[in-house]
């Protein structure tokens, strides 16, 4: 009776912490929908175009840089509430933007959102859950992101067809405006309603006991974990916090040298990669890239929601697996997917194939292997990998590195499928995912069933690389 109640518990708070994962989700990939009525109103070329795509990237990337900082600062809890803030203020903003440069202000506010909970969020679910089933928990985080893309992609389609009725025909000059004529005015403001939801549910959170541990909170921090494991444990994981921070000295430094050298490039090269295999080129420009292919418009929109659908249901796999199976054959078997997908994407339109849903299919190959590999490991391992006393800053770091990549993927696709065409644009994103490979079978050591604390003193155990896989067998 009691462990059901400690699970349901835990279960609650990393939903709710999820639902930052959801706003990252519909905020990033509703601007799909809408890409082609702000291109057409403002008269936008390739380049503002991919400026107004990656706008919002470039405040993920501001977002990143500060997240960790002030989670460490002021603690998990108060930082996801700004995040939460902010999707609001932008999603009303977009919504009642006078201009071009108030949308781009208006997306760059949202992208601080998204940076922020893009960190933040898998950090604290991370934090509060117990060894054996914090990787699940964590990919809860991504498999709230593919909700929040397809909800979008849904939502982004019935606006699109409600805009064309006769009832709305008739309405007031500023509502005609917001969800007739200028319908990508409703599609962005959409996501104001789960900001609010998460704000409200944020007030009934815990802070982090981890991040009360560090701060001295020891008292407060037990009675978190005592509501998550039994009372034996609790003890001796804030006993063990208390022991490893003896071990550390120094601020951010200390994760780039000595014992957390390797788990700093390990995130920063994983986070790095996850983005430049063009994963968000298909959520960005897919409509555009199956239109180039034969597709009518309305069936490539269609396939947009095909390629949701997948997203989340093979991320299941991942919190089905990721405690069983491990971290690194997830990785490893959905790499060598995603390379070969992207090969034959790039053949297919490199020998001007004309059947439109086989590149529709080997697509959705590519979506599904991401889906139970990079997309969620990549938050569990950067949210395990790094020492108690930074973690925030440290995984502020990568994730920042995440979102250079993902910037720079929106901006320059665009521009890439111009100069390149589709079939040089695939093959490239297949070159600059091969590093994957090497990293995930020979570097990235396996963290399941660990608690966070043992994963950071095997990194202070650990004389050298050659040791990993030792370890592991």
Not at 443 to 454: A, Q, V
Request: proline letters at 3%; aromatic letters at 10%; charged letters at 15%.
């Amino acid at each position: 009776m009691i462990e059901k109640k400690s699970n349901r518990y835990v279960n609650t708070l990393a939903v709710i912490a999820s639902i930052g994962g959801f706003l990252f989700g519909y905020d990033t990939a509703v601007i799909s929908g809408t890409i082609s009525f702000v291109s057409t109103q403002y008269q936008l070329d390739a380049v503002g175009t991919g400026w107004y795509v990656s706008s919002a990237l470039l405040g993920c990337i501001l977002g990143v840089a500060v997240a960790g900082i002030l989670s460490d600062k002021y603690g998990r809890k108060k930082v996801l509430i700004l995040s939460a803030l902010l999707f609001g203020i932008s999603a009303i903003g977009c919504a009642f933007a006078i201009g071009f440069a108030d949308l781009v202000i208006y997306r760059l506010i949202g992208g601080l959102g998204i940076g922020v909970a893009s960190m933040v969020s898998p950090l604290y679910i991370s934090e509060l859950s117990p060894a054996h089933k914090r990787g699940r928990l964590v990919a809860l985080y991504q498999f709230a992101i593919t909700i929040g893309i397809l909800l979008s992609y849904f939502s982004n389609a019935w606006l699109l067809k409600i805009s064309h009725s006769e009832n709305l025909a008739q309405t007031t000059s500023l509502i005609h405006k917001i969800m007739v004529s200028e319908v990508w005015r409703i599609m962005l403001g959409t996501s104001a309603l789960p900001a609010l939801i998460f704000l409200f549910l944020l007030q009934f959170v815990p802070e982090s006991p981890r991040w009360l541990t560090i701060k001295g909170n020891e008292a407060k921090a037990l009675q978190v974990l005592q509501k998550i494991v039994p009372d034996a444990e609790a003890q001796k994981e804030i006993s063990d916090i208390k022991t490893n921070l003896k071990r550390e000295s120094g601020g951010l430094a200390i994760a780039f040298k000595g014992s957390f050298r390797l788990p700093m490039f390990i995130g920063i090269s994983l986070a790095v990669l996850t983005q430049v295999c063009g994963i968000n080129a298909i959520i960005y420009y897919g409509p555009g890239i199956m239109e180039k292919a034969g597709l009518a418009r309305a069936d490539a929109l269609g396939g947009q929601v095909i390629i949701g659908l997948v997203n989340v249901l093979f991320t299941l796999i991942a919190i089905w697996k990721i405690d069983l199976l491990g971290r690194r054959p997830l990785l490893i078997t959905g790499v060598i997917g995603i390379i070969s997908s992207l090969v034959i994407v790039g053949l297919l339109f490199y020998f001007n194939n004309s059947n439109a849903y086989l590149l529709l299919v080997c697509i959705l190959f590519f979506i599904a292997c991401f889906a139970f590999s990079y997309g969620p490991v990549i938050w569990v391992l950067l949210s395990e990998i790094f020492p108690a006393k930074i973690r925030g800053q440290a995984m502020s770091v990568a994730t920042f590195s995440l979102w250079i990549g993902t910037a720079l993927v929106g901006q320059l696709t665009p521009i890439l499928l111009e100069k390149l065409g589709p079939a040089g644009t695939f093959w490239l994103f297949a070159l600059l995912t091969t590093p994957a490979l090497y990293l995930s079978v020979k570097i990235i050591p396996e963290t399941k069933g660990k608690s966070l604390e043992e994963i950071e003193s095997y990194w202070l155990n650990k004389k050298s690389t050659k040791t990993i896989h030792e370890t592991e067998q």
